[in-house]
C-alpha cells in the first residue's frame, strides 16, 4: 500500500510522468548502460534501437502508479505475470533491482527537471519499490518452481540433434541436455530463452522462443523464423545466427521453461489462433492434445503468407489422424490449386481470417498467437460474439500487451 501522503503525491504527479513515460524510460536506459555497460548482453539491443522495451516499461510503471492510486481500470495481475516470467527466463534477480531504481529515479529527476521536488521523488521511489517487491517474490517463486537454487544460474546447455526446415525461413532445432540429465516438463504456450554470442566478440545476445513440441518427449523443440531486415532495417540478430551458425552437434544455452500463458486451458473445446510463426504454441498444444487428450475439440485457424511459408505445415495429416474433433481451417494470402491436395484434412480460404467464420461453442476457450494486429482484429470480433475475455488467452512474440488488457 501506498502512504497516504505519497498517493496524493503520486495522483497529482501522474499526468505529467505518463505524459513523458517514454522519455524518462529512453533517459534511463542511456543512464544505465553507460553506468553499466555489461548489461548490455542481457537486454534486447534491438527492442531499444526501435523503442519498444521502453514504452513497455514506461506503460508498466503507470500502470502500476494507477492501480496503487485507483485510477487504473484494469487489473495489474496480468502485467506483473507477464514481467516476471520474462524477467525469470533472463535470469534477473533481486540484486539488479536497486541499480535499475537508481537510474529510474535519476531520469525522472532529469526529464522533469523542478517538478521533481525531494517529496515528488520520495513518493515515486515508493511505488518503484512496491513494484519491485512485487516482482521480486514473483521471480523467485518461478526460480523455485523451475528448480534454480537462490543464486544458481538458470543457463544449462543442449546439444542440437535435428535441424529441419519448416518452410521458407523457418527452421526447427531438436534440443537434449548436453549433461544427459532429465528433460524437464512445462505447459503448451511456454517458451525457453536462447542466449547466443554474436559474431565478432559484440557480446551476447538472448532471445525467447516458444517449445514447438509436446511436453513429455525426451527432447526439446524450438521452431525459428529468420527475421530478414526490410526497407534498410537490419537482419535480426539472434535468428540468423540460429539459421547460419547453428548445426547439429552444437550446443545452444537454454533457460528453463516460462511463460505465463497457456495454450490448452480448460478441459472442453478449445480453438487455437495463429499467423505466421505464432504457430509454435499451438504446434505443442496439438502435439500434447493427441497425447493426452484426444477427444477434446479443437480448431486450428491459422494464416499465413502461403502454403511454403506455412511451418509444421506436413505435420497437420498426422495430428488429425490422432485427434478426431480436430477441425483445421486455413487462411493463405495466396492460395494455389495444389493447396488442398497437401493439406486435404483441412479448409483453405484465400485472404484473411474472419473472426466471424471461427466455430465457437458456449465454453470454448481461445488461444492466439501472432503479430499484434492480427491478435487486435480477431480478439475484437471474438469479444463482439460474446467470448468472455478471461476465455481469451494470448502470447506477444515482442515486449508489451494487447491495448486495453
Ligand atoms: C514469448 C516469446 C515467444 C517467442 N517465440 C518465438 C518462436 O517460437 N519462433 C520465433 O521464430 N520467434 C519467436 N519469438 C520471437 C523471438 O524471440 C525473436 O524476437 C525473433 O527471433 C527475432 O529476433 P532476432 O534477434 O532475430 O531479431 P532482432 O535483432 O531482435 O530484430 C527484430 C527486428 O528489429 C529490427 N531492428 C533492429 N535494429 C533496428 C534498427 N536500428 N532500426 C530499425 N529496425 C531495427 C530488425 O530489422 C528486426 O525486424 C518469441 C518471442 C517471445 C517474446
Ligand atoms: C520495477 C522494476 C521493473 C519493471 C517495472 C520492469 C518492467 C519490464 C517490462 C514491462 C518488460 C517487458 C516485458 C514484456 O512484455 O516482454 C521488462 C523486460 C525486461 N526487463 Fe524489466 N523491469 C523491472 C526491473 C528490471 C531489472 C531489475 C532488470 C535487470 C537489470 C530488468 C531487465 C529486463 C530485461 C533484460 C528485459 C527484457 C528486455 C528485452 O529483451 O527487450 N528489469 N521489464
Not at 544449462?156 to 540429465?181: I, K, N, Q, Y
Amino acid at each position: 500500500m501506498l502512504s497516504e501522503s505519497s498517493a496524493a503525491i503520486v495522483t497529482a504527479t501522474l499526468p505529467v510522468v505518463r505524459a513523458h513515460g517514454e522519455a524518462i524510460t529512453g533517459c534511463f536506459y542511456q543512464r544505465m548502460f553507460a553506468a553499466h555497460p555489461e548489461l548490455l548482453d542481457l537486454f534486447n539491443r534491438s527492442n531499444q534501437a526501435t523503442g519498444q522495451q521502453k514504452a513497455a516499461l514506461a506503460a508498466a510503471v503507470v500502470a502500476y502508479a494507477e492501480h496503487l492510486t485507483g485510477a487504473g481500470a484494469a487489473p495489474c495481475g496480468p502485467i506483473l505475470d507477464r514481467i516476471a516470467h520474462k524477467h525469470a527466463s533472463l535470469g534477473i534477480t533481486a540484486t539488479s533491482y536497486p541499480i535499475v531504481g537508481r537510474h529510474l529515479m535519476a531520469a525522472i529527476g532529469e526529464v522533469l527537471g523542478d517538478a521533481v521536488t525531494a517529496e515528488v521523488a520520495a513518493a515515486w521511489d515508493e511505488v518503484y519499490w512496491l513494484l519491485a517487491c512485487e516482482l521480486i517474490a514473483r521471480e523467485a517463486r518461478l526460480y523455485t518452481a523451475a528448480g534454480v537454487g537462490e543464486g544458481a544460474s538458470i543457463w544449462r546447455d543442449w546439444r542440437v540433434t535435428e535441424v529441419t526446415p519448416e518452410a521458407t525461413d523457418v527452421r526447427s532445432f531438436t534440443l537434449v541436455p548436453a549433461d544427459g540429465g532429465p528433460v524437464p516438463g512445462f505447459v503448451p504456450g511456454q517458451y525457453v530463452s536462447v542466449a547466443v554470442d554474436l559474431d565478432g566478440g559484440l557480446g551476447q545476445q538472448i532471445r525467447q522462443y516458444s517449445l514447438s513440441g509436446a511436453p513429455g518427449a525426451d527432447h526439446w523443440r524450438i521452431t525459428v523464423k529468420r527475421v530478414r531486415g526490410a526497407g534498410g532495417a537490419p537482419d535480426g540478430l539472434v535468428s540468423t545466427v540460429l539459421h547460419e551458425r547453428v548445426a547439429v552437434g552444437d550446443t545452444l544455452r537454454l533457460s528453463p521453461p516460462f511463460g505465463e500463458v497457456s495454450a490448452v486451458a480448460g478441459d472442453g473445446p478449445l480453438v487455437l489462433v495463429s499467423a505466421g510463426i505464432g504457430l509454435t504454441p499451438a504446434m505443442s498444444a496439438l502435439e500434447h492434445l493427441a497425447a493426452t487428450a484426444p477427444e477434446r475439440p479443437v480448431v486450428l485457424v491459422h494464416a499465413d503468407r502461403d502454403a511454403a511459408a506455412h511451418a509444421h505445415r506436413d505435420a497437420l495429416p498426422g495430428l488429425y489422424a490422432k485427434l478426431p474433433h480436430l477441425r483445421l481451417k486455413l487462411w493463405y494470402e495466396e492460395t494455389t490449386e495444389d493447396d488442398g491436395a497437401a493439406t486435404p484434412t483441412a479448409e483453405v480460404a484465400r485472404g484473411r481470417v474472419d473472426p466471424e467464420l471461427i466455430p465457437l461453442s458456449p465454453d470454448t476457450h481461445v488461444h492466439l498467437c501472432g503479430p499484434l494486429p492480427f491478435m487486435n482484429q480477431i480478439r475484437g470480433g471474438l469479444l463482439r460474439r460474446g467470448v468472455p475475455v478471461e476465455r481469451i488467452a494470448y502470447e506477444v512474440f515482442g515486449p508489451g500487451m494487447l491495448r486495453g488488457v
